[in-house]
């Protein structure tokens, strides 16, 4: 006897489904591995242009380094947020996860905490190759771990608010940067300005409060604007 | 020989083999299992209709479906059929009528309606980079269940991927593909099945068992939506059968 | 009070609004006119000139009132958004999606007439002070709201999509304003400031809040225009806009 139905009222287990979505979208991540090395490459190439165009003195790179580590890090994370929910839109996957009792903001936060994992987390311990190109002083090297630590998830969070917007558009890639864009501003200015301080010796705390409330404010309002813009492209 | 040409004949047996093989728990028997309805649901509509870009797909359509009834669509393509099921499952909005679930409007109920449904559409929803086994496991993992490994075994034994489950699942035929998304129905165990095209792709064996399914589904209380174009024998066999027309206009 | 919630309850009914709406167009027009008219003649004519600026000054009869503007029809917009998310109204997406591109000429308006304002105050046509890069960043957000509605073929589905973009992007706004001022206070030196420390005085002042009513009877005019004709257009299948068009068939 093959049994369909169910044979005893099962208890929702939230926590497992969470789990798997993150687990299943790192075993991909790590299978596939382009999303998690093609930003690096990405960034170690971009980060060559600078002394090839603006000369390889050590002050002009330093001078300008935390900028071009935050600029970089933001591009480099731009090139994988198509994928966040397009991927699972496409191939039907995304069905299992939308028809679940399950409330999709939390899904949405799953799959920016894997999306974080795989690109992230990879862009902040790569950094301080970055860093070390661009001659930017071995003190600011903590400031900007912590500050990258802490800008990174608001970057796959808004990353991934953008990717539910657009998730139906065949060509939505520049779309996506339209929009994800202007909304992490702050996260650059913060960022940025926190390894500049650091660099002149001075204190980067106010800095890093400013990350870390974004951080907060991201974590509140995007996986429920994310979940709406998954309803109204599935309508 | 690839699985899909495989002879009639082991099929059945294996069907059969399967049917004493597969318990999902061991210590009870097809005898000893009462015969009732798991849910004593009932699901109707009246006056459904969808639309896309603004235009009104078709002739709105009421029905009305118990625990063990089924209710297969018909009609051309792009009638609508598709975004019909859709809606019944609630993923996308129905543009007018209602959809009460025991008496009580659907959209406020959702997340048990979504508890007890399993929805397989023609997006086969497997992952190209995850094997056979993974792949059913999240599956089964992302509608709130921890399987074993051996339910897993027997699932993948149920629709003929015996063998396969360290395979790619982008390596698979698309009979095979489709044979994996069908695999979660044991493993999920929904009283509810919406099934988008189930048949296209699966050969005669697959179809064989996947008529057997749908009926011993219904027998335990089950609840089936279907679309099934070319399959004669499901348009038979269905409680309902509704046909989609279009619009006048 | 209960007359304006009629009011209210009338406007969202789209044949409804179509008809109320095109009595208000004349009126929005000529007051829009007569006002953009008069405070531009006060602010280039008759107001004194600056002692610092002299006449480079006068840009601002159209700066101020296009910034001012470039604001205002964004808070608009996520309000529209809001309620075309919340409650669905047709009216409110139409009215959202026609205040995009209005909004977004204003903002380029208010850019430009800054550069062309800055080239005699600064001595360059772009300073990075915080006010500007804010306006940028808006241009940047209304950008965002019109390419989300051409991006989708179903027009219904890009104008709830773009309603979405408006109020997230309405609920950003303070946080990139602020950061974005915070940012230019601690990497450059306070540049001459376009509007002096002094008190302003009336005359100079009234030209402003002249084109500034002006501009919104334009805005009015301008975005009930747009959204009627987007209205015709996405009921175009339903009996009041036939019934519309055999009636201009017959006029003409």
């Known amino acids: 006897m093959i049994h369909l139905m169910p044979q005893k009222p099962e208890k929702l287990k ?44 050590a002050k002009t790179l330093a001078a300008i380094a935390p900028a071009v580590i935050w600029v970089l890090a933001l591009l480099a994370s731009l090139l994988t947020l198509d994928h966040i929910f397009k991927v699972d839109h496409e ?75 657009t998730i139906s558009l065949k060509h939505g890639g520049l779309l996506l940067t339209v929009l994800v864009m202007p909304l992490l501003a702050p996260v650059l200015i913060f960022g940025a300005s926190a390894i500049l301080e650091s660099t002149l010796g001075n204190p980067a705390s106010g800095q890093l409060l400013a990350l870390t409330a974004l951080l907060v404010f991201s974590l509140t309002l995007v996986p429920f604007a994310a979940a709406t813009a998954i309803r109204i492209n599935l309508e | 020989m690839s699985s899909t040409t495989r002879p009639h004949h082991t099929e059945l047996a294996r069907l059969a083999k399967m049917k004493s093989v597969m318990p999902f728990e061991p210590s009870r028997t097809a005898s000893q299992m009462p015969v009732k309805k798991a849910h004593e649901w009932r699901l109707q509509g009246s006056l459904l209709s969808c639309e896309r870009e603004g235009a009104a797909l078709f002739k709105p ?11 297969l669509l018909s009609g051309p393509n792009g009638i609508g059929k598709t975004t019909l099921l859709e809606a019944i499952a609630g993923l996308r909005r129905y543009t007018s009528g209602t959809l009460r679930l025991n008496n009580k409007n659907i959209q406020d109920q959702l997340p048990a309606w979504w508890k007890s449904l399993c929805y397989i559409g023609h997006k086969d929803g497997n992952k190209k980079a995850l094997s056979c086994l993974e792949n059913l496991k999240f599956t089964a993992r992302l509608h709130g269940h921890t399987p074993t490994t051996e339910s897993l075994l027997n699932a ?39 099934l988008d095209e189930p048949f296209v792709n699966l050969d005669v064996a697959g179809n064989q068992w996947l008529l057997e399914w749908l009926d011993a589904h219904l027998q335990q209380g089950g609840m089936l939506f279907i679309t099934a174009h070319d399959n004669q024998e499901m348009h038979r066999r269905a409680t309902y059968r509704q046909e989609l027309y279009p619009t006048d206009t | 009070m209960n007359r304006l919630v009629k009011l209210y309850h009338q406007l969202g009914s789209p044949p409804t609004f179509y008809r109320i709406t095109g009595k208000w167009l004349p009126w929005l027009l000529g007051g829009a006119l007569v006002l953009m008219f008069w405070g531009l003649y006060d602010g280039l004519f008759v107001a004194p000139i600056d002692y610092q600026q002299r006449e480079s000054f006068k840009i601002s009869y159209i700066h101020v009132p296009a910034a001012w503007m470039s604001m205002f029809i964004y808070l608009a917009m996520g309000i529209a958004g809001f309620m075309a998310l919340v409650w669905r109204m047709k009216v409110a997406e139409a009215i959202l999606i026609a205040s995009a591109p209005v909004g977004a000429i204003f903002t380029l308006l208010a850019l430009l007439t800054g550069s062309l304002w800055g080239k005699p105050m600064w001595g360059t046509w772009w300073d990075w002070d915080a006010r500007m890069t804010s306006e940028l960043i808006l241009l940047f957000l209304y950008i965002g709201v019109m390419a989300t509605y051409n991006a989708y073929d179903d027009p219904r589905k890009g104008a709830r999509v773009a309603a979405l973009v408006a109020v997230i992007g309405l609920v950003n706004l303070p946080i990139i304003h602020f950061s974005v001022q915070w940012w230019s206070t601690i990497h450059q030196a306070s540049t001459v400031s376009l509007f002096g420390k002094q008190h302003i005085p009336w005359s100079m002042l009234r030209g402003w809040l002249i084109m500034a009513v002006g501009t919104k009877l334009y805005y009015g005019y301008s975005v009930l225009k747009r959204a009627r004709l987007l209205l015709l257009e996405t009921e175009k299948n339903t009996a009041w806009v036939q019934k519309i068009i055999e009636q201009e068939c017959r006029h003409a």
């Not at chain 1, 093609?38 to 390889?56: D, W, Y």
């Not at chain 1, 995304?94 to 949405?108: D, F, K, R, W």
């Not at chain 2, 149920?158 to 069908?182: C, D, F, I, P, T």
């Open chain 2, 156 to 194: 993948l034994d149920a629709v003929g991927l015996a063998g396969y489950e360290h395979h790619l699942a982008g390596n698979l035929s698309a009979g095979q593909k489709k044979r994996l998304s069908l695999a979660r129905l044991p493993l999920v165990q929904a009283p509810v099945w919406i």
């Open chain 1, 91 to 165: 191939d039907g996957s995304l069905e299992t996860y939308v028809l679940s009792p399950v409330p999709l903001p939390a899904s949405v936060l799953a799959k920016a905490g894997a999306h974080w994992l795989l690109t992230g987390l990879p862009l902040t311990l790569f950094s301080p190759i970055i860093a070390a190109l661009m001659h930017l002083p071995e003190s600011a090297f903590g400031t900007m771990l912590i500050s990258l630590l802490l800008g990174t998830p608001t970057m796959s969070l808004i990353g991934s608010m953008g990717s539910a917007l």
């Open chain 1, 14 to 57: 939230t926590t497992v489904m969470l789990a798997a979505l993150i687990q299943r979208d790192v075993l991909i991540g790590l299978r596939q591995k382009s999303q998690i090395y093609q930003p690096l490459v990405f960034q170690l190439l971009v980060v060559t242009m600078f002394p090839l165009g603006l000369g390889a003195g």
């Open chain 2, 61 to 71: 359509v009421s029905f009305h479906i118990s625990a063990g009834e089924s209710l």
